[in-house]
């Protein structure tokens, strides 16, 4: 099966990150014979592999890269096309990728296209209204998101969404989706034993699809000894003074630990040991990579997105976007902690890359088959 995938291949993005574990999996298999990876001009990962070649041609500021990226795809004709779709990765971000909306209704008949991101009309308006201030830019803007949207449902072979909050969206509209989660390696088990400070982590890309004042507030209605740690790289420098600010606001300097900066690996993983519980305090999200971390390293979480998830899969607990409200979930998952970790190692083989990629590879080949 030969397969062109479109993607990001970029370390500051969580789906170049995806995408590079993504083919670290799926090159292992023998059904693959070729992947051809369109990735952006300025990708900073490397991968080698026999099967795989990799063409960097997209550039979100000059949308002539559709034209080369036709060119090389009728030259290659693949079996599968797989996208990996988010609004921000094939255009400017208030364009909500258009530039690759030509080139997605040509391939249709070949496109398998994955949904990092797919949201509620009224999620939309909720988010814009409340980081712009402004009702009538929420409105306009959700309301142009959902034309793109429309367009993206009707223009695909098959469609893959990764959650149940994705997967609600379109059950009643199309039969050709499916839900298969993102995948994680190896489970990592960092135990220890449980003291008498409980450290809540924050982390990812420091960017404002995340309210971290909620966060912040919640603290002020726990206990002292509830410490909490927000690490990853910012995207916004002025972020980052407001996180200080709001720390200072609710007189819990003392209790917040910010580590603006991309972490390695080594780091990372010195963190989740820290973590006792891991918030996922967003504004909007469709789909989580620390909802994922979470499952990986045995952390609970907490969570003002995706409900249906987290009360499906029993990992955490859901709670409004209420400062009071997300500390009683905290106090929830604290108590029950020992339960939450049960119900994670019960999950995790669903999340395994090893189950993941075999259910990708029979939907790649039914479109093939066609």
Known sequence: MRISIISSLRKNCGIGIYTFEFL???LKYQEVKEIRLFTHIDSDFTLASKKLRIYKVINEINP?????????LRKIKPDVIDVEWDHSLYAPTKLLGIYIFPLLSYLKDKLFLSFHSLYRLE???????????????????????????????????VGRVFTLYEYEQVRKIRKNFVVIPQGIGNARKLTKARRDITTLTIFGFIRRTKDYKLAIASLSFLPDNFKLIIAGQPKETELVNEIRKWAKEYNVKDRVTLLPRLLSPKEKEKIMKRT???LLPYLLISNSGVLLDGIKYFKPVVSTVLP?????LKIGAYAENDAESFAEAILTVNSRYNEFIDNIKIVQPKFLWKNIIPQIIENYQKIADE
Do not use: M
């Open 123 to 157: 999620d939309v308006e909720r988010y814009l209204i409340a980081t712009t201030k402004n009702k009538l830019a929420g409105k306009i803007g959700s309301r142009c998101y959902f034309l793109t949207k429309r367009f993206l449902l009707n223009n695909l072979k």
């Open 64 to 72: 002539s890269y559709i034209f080369t990226l036709l060119r090389l």
């Open 308 to 312: 249906d998830d987290i009360t499906q």
């Open 24 to 26: 670290s999996n799926i």
């Open 276 to 278: 006792d519980i891991l």
